[in-house]
Structure formats: C-alpha cells, structure tokens
C-alpha cells in the first residue's frame, strides 16, 4: 500500500512539474483546420487534431483521448456552426480548462469568418440534420480558407505574442502562395462550370458554388438520414429528365448508395478526399484542392 | 401623361437621330465620336471605382466577425428568449411482456431495494425526461433534469451545478448528480444499450446510484485520459438510506483512465470504491414461504467496481459499423442489523445481525452491422458469498444460489433523435423462478442537441 502511494505521489509530481512547453498546443477539430495551423505556426505550434477524414465530422465521441487534449490546449480550432455540437461542448465542459471556453481567446470558430450558405428557411428536425447558422462545411471553397487563414493568424499572435513575427510572416508566405494556387485552381476548373451533378450528402456546397458546378440532387433524402432504395428511385427518375454527368461523395461515406445510382444511371462515382487525409494525395491544403480537381477533371473527362 | 408624351418625343428624337447624322459633316461626326468615347471612358471609370467599393463591402461584410449578430431577429423578440436554456425532452414507452409476477421479484440471499422490479406487464409508458442546461454566468453552469414518471409522479433525477472557471483541470460539480463511480452510471436510462440496469446495478445500486452533494474531478495533464475523481454526499440513495444525521452518509473515490488505440479502437477502464451507511433501509428478500419479504437494513456498506469499455469502429467512422464491449464487476460488504418482516405490516418481526461480501459482474458486447441496426449481447451474473443473517436464517430462503440472466436486443435508430428496440432476457434470481421477458422499446429524443457521450 505505502509503495502505491508513493509511486501516485511521483507520478502527480512528475505529471504537474513537466517542463513548460514554448510551444502553442493547437487542438483542431477537422483536418483542416489542423493542416491550416501547421501551415500558420510551424514550429511554434504543436497540432493535435481530433478527427480524421474518414470520420463522418457529425458523429464523434466525447473520447477519453479528447478530453485528456483539450485539458492541456492553449487553442480549440473549430468549424463551428454547430458542426461539432455533439462532442465538442462536452469535452471543453469536461476539461477542465477555462481557457478553451467559447467566447475565450483560446475558442476560435472558422465558420465566424466566412459568409454562411444554406441558412435553413425552416428550423425543423423533420428535414433532417439541419444546421441552424447555415452549412458548416465550409472548407470546399479555398476562398474560404484564405480569410480564416487571417483571421486565425490574428488569433494565434493574440494569445502567443512572444511568436507574434512568425505567425505573421508565416501568415504572408502562406497566403501568397495560397492565392497563386487558387489563380491556378480556378484556371485549371474551367472546364467544370456549369457541369451538372449528383452529391451523396449535401457536403459539397462551397466546393460546388466555387467552381460554379450545377448540383441537381442529393442521395440523402434530408441531410443526415441515409439514402433509401426509393428515395434514390426519385433521384433516378430527376437525373433522366436532367441528366448529370457525375456523382461525388466524400471519403468517409460509404460508397453503396453512389455505386447504386451510378450503375443505373450510367454516370462515374467520384470520391472527393472532402479533408485534408482523405486519400494519399490529399496531404496537405494545397494537395486536397490539386486532388480534388484532378479527380473532378478527370471523371468529366 | 405627360409622361408618355415625352416618352414619344424622345423615341422620335431617336428615329431622327441617323438623319441627322447622315446628313452632318465629316468634322461633326469626329467631334461626335470624340464626345462619346469620353463619355464612355468617364462611365467604366465611375463604374470600376463602383465595382472596387462593392467588392470592399463584401470583403468587410464576409471577415466581419459577427454575421450571426446581424442576422439574429429584432432584439425585442428575442432578449428573453435568448437567455433561455437548451432544452431536450426524452419520450419512452414499452410493451413488456413477463412470465413472472414482478411482485414475486427479488434475488435470492441478495437485499435489493424495495423499488427494483422488471416493470409493469403490457403496455406502458416509461420514464419521460425533461433536461434543461445553460451557463449560469462566467462561473458556473446548471443542469436541470426532471423525471416524468408513468403513475404522474415527478422526480429531480438530476440537478447540479458545475464550476466551469478552474484551470488546471479541476471540475467541480455540486447538487443531485449520477455518481462518477463505475461506467454505466453516469448514463442516463435512454443512453444505455439494454432496456434495463445490469443485474448487478439492481443488486448493488438499486438501480443507479445518485449523490446529493458534490463532487471534484481532476484531469490529469496527461496525453492518455488520466481522471481521479472525489464524492460527498447524504447517501440518501440505496445503498444508502436517509439517516436524520448532520454529517454525510456517502463517499466515493474513483480513477479512470482512457485513450485510443490508432484510429479505430478507443477505451476507458476505471476502479471506483464506495462507502454507505444506511438506517432503516427497506430492501426485500424471498423467504422460506417462497413469498418476498420485507427486510430493513442498517449499518454500513463498502462498493468496489472495476470497469472497462472498449469501442471499434473501421477507422473511427462509427457511422457505418462499430462494436463496442462492456464490462463491470462489482464487490460489496455490509455489516450491520437486518429486520425481518414478513409481509411489511405489523405482524412478525425479528432483528439480529448481518453481514455479507457479494459480488456479481455483467459483460455486453453491441455491434452496429449495418447502418442504423444494432444487435447486442448481455450476460449478467451475481454471486451471493455467504451471508450471515443469525437468527433471520430461520424466516429466509437461503439455499445457495447465483443469479444469472442472458439478455440479447436488436434496435433500430432511423436517426440520432429516435430509437426502437426489442429485447429478450432469460433471468434467473431465484431458484424455480425462471423469467422469460420480452420488451419493445421505443426513445424518442427532441429539442436541444444532445452530448455524445463516450
């Protein structure tokens, strides 16, 4: 008994007395907003990011692993617009750490900084998994990521000033190359305007209005609520009066309700990496926008 | 009128127009040219100085960090309503169908409380639940939940509040919680994967274990979840009992533990000890008769747990398929005097001492097949020691015995917000008292988004 005791004591002591980090710990909800706060703090940040891009974002756990995390993050970067409604509330209560509440420094939501699109006209469960501030999945339009990019290099000079110079200077890099690359993205989508397509769930909104692309239905029949045989019937019967040319879904969906209508109809199933870590390529923001692309390009052929 | 008037002047004029062009010289149409070339030249630049402030309103509009502000409806409307908390509504309803009485419910040699029983035959209403929950300002929050039940009763199922200000990882929590002891009772009945509480949440927790008083968790600053937790309470709650007493009744003491596994597997394993004292407790327990007696217990009781839950999902994405397994085992040792009572009136009584060490333990597994379809598996065991009743033995049926019960379920979720389950259990308590229970279950949940917990 005495030794057990002796061993918690050390390890209490051992656990409070860990050095003192210079480091910024960046808890990211989604891939992305991980990939954009390695691209902003290099060095100075240490990222842990709470997801992976075969996770469906709407459905996560309050994980042990996460609440252990957020304890010790000096910065929760979320998508917000209830994206993380389910697990994120919980584990900043859970915590114990009052500098990752919301509204604090160290809360910083994306969806704060980009016009939302969707705004539901009706607020109602019976239209499914609806989002009350608009569709948070805002990272499909590059855009988007270049005015949170702002105003999260803002955020992590705000509350780490010692590495102010950095993350401003990393901020400038970054967005220089970001607009060239969008300059080539959009050049290189051209082909794609006004192509006419299927999604699988209504991920896709940003991406689609970026690249001026026509979606004419979705495989949900409401958002959140799995395709059925007679739903996608419906959906079968609206694409042969306008016909579309592909159907995307993202990594983390299963595949069964694209392959059923893509048989039937004749068109090519797309699989969009939707996050950074979504397939091999699609490792970094610059290398999900460039796949992206490519596998849109390609499927239109 | 006279507004068309000029309308026909001018469409006039311009018909008119290209003979008089025709007819104007060469010089005339160079300086007419010149004129509109500048007039043109003038209107791109207005009209580009436009554009260029346009596309600075947009910019400012969309960085503006607040859109959601400007799109809230008029504060008269909304001031009240905006300070309102969330608020989430829990429906249920069964049909059960049980071989048994459940009046004739009880463990053998186990003293469980006097409310445990597999619920009413036929169809029925379950526990509706009303949760309220909001920040009470920069420090603290609360947590409202009220339970409805069937026969119109009202109950505070829970009523808490958490200090949400404390660095360093420490959570405060004080009022009417779930005890953090164990895994499963934390959760809410509708959460669970079982209609209902494992045979050993029956026995040892007359259900589920709540403290009125506070409690303090620690998160220890640790990569792997690292959580040590403390109780106080009245312990007014079985094993427990309202004791008339100024000092407190219950404690607890518990460290959990967590993490994943790469990205598909997750756990959580944790050892909980709990300490009740308890006065006139009404509990019962079959007697020699075959009948269920009444007992009043008082002295002290000792819980243990060790519990562990581990869940799988195909790279984490739990959506499509995942299996999650459970486990519990508890420990119990009570000293104290034990009161016989035949039939709960005034009539035959006897009190002497009594002591016991039980145990009993559940393990479950669920697994989501396919999406929104779930089977589960549960099997349930208790052992009942050797307890000691001095001269009670005369009145109890204490012939050795283990309770067991095999449960098996398969629910369907067409959506987070709903759930329809049907449910089968082979439960033996008793000796000769096998029950064969069948349940269709349905959870309705609506309002307010609730947590996901682990």
Request: charged share 20%; aromatic share 10%; glycine share 8%.
């Amino acid at each position: 008994m005495h030794s057990i005791v002796k061993w918690l004591a050390a390890a209490l002591l051992a656990a409070t007395v860990s050095p003192a980090y210079a480091v910024l710990n960046v808890f990211a909800t989604v891939p992305e907003w991980g990939a954009l706060a390695e691209e902003l703090g290099g060095d100075a940040v240490k990222v842990y990011v709470a997801t992976n891009a075969l996770q469906d974002p709407h459905h996560i756990e309050a994980k042990p692993s996460l609440i252990a995390r957020a304890r010790s993050a000096d910065l929760v970067v979320a998508t917000g617009a209830e994206l993380e409604i389910g697990w994120l509330p919980l584990v900043v209560q859970q915590a114990g750490n009052p500098q990752i509440r919301a509204g604090q420094p160290g809360y910083f939501e994306a969806a704060n900084y980009v016009t939302l699109r969707d705004k539901p006209a009706r607020l109602d469960r019976a239209e499914g998994d609806v989002h009350p501030a608009g569709d948070p999945h805002i990272q499909g339009d590059p855009r988007n990521i270049s005015r949170v990019a702002s105003a999260l290099a803002a955020r992590l000079a705000e509350i780490d000033p010692a590495n102010a110079e950095t993350y401003r200077s990393r901020y400038k890099t970054f967005d220089e190359k970001w607009r060239a690359a969008i300059a080539r993205w959009e050049r290189e989508a051209a082909p794609l305007k006004g192509v006419p397509i299927l999604v699988q769930h209504k991920g896709f909104t940003y991406l689609i209005a970026w690249l001026g692309m026509k979606e004419v239905a979705a495989l949900e029949p409401k958002p959140g609520v799995e395709p059925t045989v007679s739903y996608l019937s419906e959906v079968l019967a609206t694409i042969q009066r306008q016909p579309v040319k592909i159907v995307i879904r993202a990594a983390y969906q299963s595949d069964r309700a694209s392959q059923w209508i893509a048989e039937r109809a004749k068109i090519t199933p797309v699989v969009l990496p939707f996050t950074v870590g979504g397939d091999p390529e699609a490792k970094d923001l610059f290398g999900l926008f460039d796949d992206t692309l490519a596998r849109l390009l390609k499927a239109i052929g | 009128m006279s507004r068309q008037l000029w309308a026909s002047a001018l469409l006039a004029s311009v018909l008119v127009v290209p003979s008089i062009a025709a007819a104007a010289s060469d010089a005339e149409l160079a300086e007419i040219r010149e004129q509109i070339k500048q007039m043109k030249e003038s209107y791109e630049t207005r009209i580009r100085a436009l554009e260029d402030r346009l596309k600075a309103a947009e910019t400012a509009a969309t960085s503006a960090p607040a859109p959601v502000a400007a799109q809230a409806p008029g504060p008269s409307a909304s001031t009240l309503a905006a300070f309102n908390p969330g608020i989430a509504v829990v429906l249920q309803g069964n049909y059960q169908s049980l071989k048994q009485d459940p009046a004739q419910y009880g463990f053998n040699n186990i003293q469980i409380g006097e409310e445990v029983t597999p619920g009413r035959r036929g169809l029925g209403l379950a526990e509706s639940e009303i949760n309220f929950f909001a920040s009470v300002d920069h420090l603290f929050a609360g947590n409202l939940t009220v339970s409805l039940a069937p026969d119109n009763s009202v109950s505070v199922e829970e009523a808490y509040g958490l200090v949400t200000a404390l660095p360093y990882g420490v959570v405060p929590k004080f009022g009417r919680f779930f005890s953090g002891v164990g895994y499963m009772n934390e959760q809410h009945q509708h959460a669970w994967d079982f209609q209902d509480a494992p045979l050993a949440y029956q026995a040892f927790f007359g259900g589920q274990f709540t403290q009125d008083g506070a409690q303090v968790k620690w998160i220890a600053p640790t990569d792997t979840f690292l959580e040590f937790g403390a109780e106080i309470g009245n312990g007014d709650a079985f094993p427990g009992s309202p004791r008339n007493s100024n000092s407190a009744g219950a404690w607890s003491a518990f460290v959990h533990a967590g993490g994943d596994i790469g990205a598909s597997s997750s756990w959580r394993a944790g050892v909980s000890y709990l300490d009740t004292r308890a006065v006139d407790r009404i509990g019962k327990l079959p007697d020699t008769t075959g009948n269920i007696a009444q007992t009043s217990f008082a002295g002290k009781t000792h819980t243990a747990i060790a519990d562990f839950v581990w869940k799988y999902a195909p790279d984490g994405n739990a959506t499509r398929t995942n299996f999650k397994v459970q486990g519990e085992y508890f420990w119990q040792r009570a000293r104290g005097d034990m009161t016989y009572d035949s039939d709960g009136a005034p009539g035959l009584t006897n009190t002497d001492a009594y002591s016991a060490n039980q145990s009993g333990w559940y393990l479950q597994g669920v697994w989501q097949f396919m999406p929104m379809w779930r089977v589960g598996l549960r099997y349930d065991r208790l052992s009942q020691g050797t307890p000691e009743y001095g001269t009670n033995t005369a009145f109890l049926a204490t012939d050795p015995f283990s309770p067991q019960r095999a449960t098996m379920m398969v629910d369907w979720t067409p959506s987070e917000f709903s759930r329809f389950r049907i449910q089968y259990a082979q439960s033996k308590t008793r000796p000769d008292f096998t029950d064969n229970q069948f349940f269709l279950q349905y959870i309705l949940t609506l309002g307010a988004h609730g947590a996901h917990k682990f």
